[in-house]
């Protein structure tokens, strides 16, 4: 069963949103940056976020997913929460998006057209994390043009908890 936020939560979670808008974690997509045919991929691997997984912003990931189950916990940390699965991905993938900007044409469409995540080590809620990202590829098929990005995250003792790589549609082809 799907629980509903109340008034309050969804306050919470809009003034909640402004903050990480505010820190460069959520948000839309740069419009500016160099033309698609220009861009030299792959590109160096680079820092491009670093932020604390606060229990406000896991509990808003968890409700926006639908996730209504008890707080995750694991033995290896008693008392400690594990993090919702997508919310490092979710934080991180717009950092490495303008950390090597391409122009995207106002009003073409922008969007995620494909996700893999590896999990190696459990996020825990309260830790801090440091993500380090890449574009690897670029590519046009059926009219569309398309970016490959990559990101590992390092929770605070510099251990690789998660990596992704994230296929976004960037608009079309002329």
Not at 32 to 58: H, K, M, S, Y
Not at 91 to 102: D, I, N, R, T, W
Request: proline share 7%; net charge negative.
């Amino acid at each position: 069963m799907v629980s509903i936020p109340s008034q309050d939560e969804l306050t919470a979670f809009y003034r909640l949103n402004e903050q990480l808008i505010a820190a460069g974690l959520r948000g839309e997509d740069a419009l500016d940056g160099v033309p698609f045919e220009e861009a030299q991929l792959p590109t160096e691997w680079q820092i491009c976020a670093r932020f604390r997984l606060t229990p406000e912003i896991n509990h808003m990931f968890s409700v926006a997913t639908g996730y209504s189950g008890p707080p995750l916990s694991t033995h290896d940390r008693p008392g400690a929460v594990i993090a919702h699965p997508i919310v490092l991905v979710h934080l991180g993938s717009l950092p490495v998006l303008k950390a090597f900007p391409v122009k995207i044409t106002e009003g073409d469409p922008s969007m995620q057209a494909k996700m893999e995540t590896e999990f190696l080590r459990p996020v825990y809620v309260g830790d801090n994390f440091t993500e380090w990202g890449r574009m690897v590829d670029k590519y046009v098929r059926r009219g569309r043009r398309y970016l490959v990005s990559e990101g590992r995250f390092l929770n605070g003792e510099d251990e690789e908890v998660q990596r992704y790589r994230l296929t976004r549609m960037v608009g079309k082809d002329s």
